[in-house]
Structures are given as structure tokens and as C-alpha cells.
């Protein structure tokens, strides 16, 4: 079995995080994921890896995902590699710093507690536990929208994943009254982008119930654009 699951992130070292933003999000169209006051988690489109600017370390780091980080670190050492840093508690799991024989420097972390939870505006607002999800999704979504999966209810679903709708609309919509038409409704189908569980696009339908059907429907322009 492999002891690397995937590539989590690349962190990048920038002096500045508005600067860097300016950079990575402005100039080169990497839709803003999360951000805190050091690091800002940015989208790679074809990939649920992201880029992360954070300005605490000079390094760049490649983050590499595991299943336990204790379990990991102590084969790592066990096949010939080295603990830089011993296992640290995270804000969604755990994490260390490990040194393969050639003296390269890895970042290796587990999600064991949970994902991170955002508002409208990407800001990090805690942390969503692994148990307590609202929306079920599978661990490696796959179809025909990569990063995309569908579910066919509003059950668990929160306001804090409906941002971005009804942008421009005379009467404002709230997020806390989109859920409400979400439940109400007779049949609903959701779009929920996988590494944030935000509902980036919905169709309703309003049913006599035996024949007839009236659909609504909006996506979100795209992933990221309501940050």
C-alpha cells in the first residue's frame, strides 16, 4: 500500500499575502479557495491540490497528504528517510516534516480532523468535523464535472454552502431564504463543488405532482467567483 495519497498543496513563501494574491489570484486567474491572516489557499482547476501562499516560512513546501501522519512519519524512517519535525497537531489534522536520503524536504499531513469551513468571502471561520458534515460526499469524486458531484436533496444542507446566487436580482435573495426554496420545492437537483461542499449550481422544480413539472435553475458563474 502506498504511504503517499496524493499531493495536497504546494505552499508558496510571499512577503506579503495581499501582494501575493495580487499575483497568483489577480494576474493569473487562481480563484481564492480560503485565507487567514498568514496563508491563502488557492484553486488549481484541474486538480483538488491547491496552491498555498502563506508568509511565515522562506521554503517552498510540497504538502503530501497521508492517512496518519504517526503512523507515516514512523515508516518513513523505517524505509531509510528521517524526522525533521515530529508529528504537530493542525488546525484538520496532523502534521511533520520529514527528509527523504537525498536531503529532500517534505511536509507530510493528515486531514483526520475535518476540513476547513469558510464564509461568503473565503475568510476561515473554523473547522467542519469529519463526522459532522452536512453534505455526504465521496472521498474522490469522479464524473462528468471533475470536482463536481450532484445530490438530488437539501437535507443537511446549510446557508454558510449557498454563496454567490441571485447576484444582481431587484429583490435580494439571502442565503438563509435560498435554502428555504431548496426545501420547499418539489424535486431539486444540486451541483456541490467537492473541496469546499458549496452548491455551485441548483435546479428546483415546482410539480402537480402527476404530470407536469416547472423548472428553475442558476448556477454560479463559477467556482470561487462569490470570493
Not at 18 to 25: I, K, P, Q, S, T
Request: charged share 20%; with cysteine.
Amino acid at each position: 500500500m502506498s504511504l503517499i495519497l496524493k499531493v495536497d498543496c504546494v505552499q508558496i513563501p510571499v512577503p506579503d499575502l495581499d501582494a501575493g494574491l495580487a499575483f497568483y489570484r489577480d494576474r493569473l486567474g487562481h480563484a481564492l479557495i480560503w485565507r487567514t491572516a498568514a496563508a491563502a489557499g488557492l484553486r488549481l482547476p484541474e486538480s483538488d491540490a491547491e496552491l498555498v501562499l502563506q508568509t511565515e516560512r522562506p521554503e517552498l513546501e510540497p504538502n503530501l497528504l497521508v492517512a496518519s501522519v504517526d503512523q507515516a512519519v514512523g515508516a518513513f524512517a523505517a524505509a531509510g528517510g528521517s524526522v525533521l519535525l515530529a508529528p504537530f497537531p493542525i488546525a484538520i489534522g496532523r502534521c511533520a516534516v520529514v527528509v527523504d536520503p537525498w536531503d529532500n524536504r517534505l511536509v507530510l499531513l493528515d486531514a483526520g480532523q475535518g476540513t476547513l469551513v469558510t464564509d461568503c468571502g473565503g475568510n476561515v471561520v473554523g473547522v467542519e468535523a469529519v463526522r459532522a458534515r452536512g453534505v455526504p460526499l465521496p472521498e474522490d469524486p469522479s464524473g462528468p464535472l471533475p470536482g463536481i458531484v450532484f445530490r438530488d436533496s437539501a437535507e443537511g444542507l446549510t446557508p454558510d454552502r449557498l454563496c454567490g446566487f441571485f447576484a444582481g436580482w431587484r429583490r435580494e435573495v439571502s442565503a438563509e431564504e435560498h435554502l428555504r426554496i431548496l426545501r420547499g420545492s418539489a424535486a431539486v437537483a444540486l451541483a456541490i463543488e467537492a473541496s469546499t461542499r458549496r452548491v455551485v449550481g441548483f435546479v428546483t422544480a415546482i410539480s402537480d405532482g402527476v404530470l407536469c413539472a416547472h423548472l428553475t435553475s442558476s448556477p454560479r458563474l463559477k467556482p470561487g467567483d462569490s470570493r
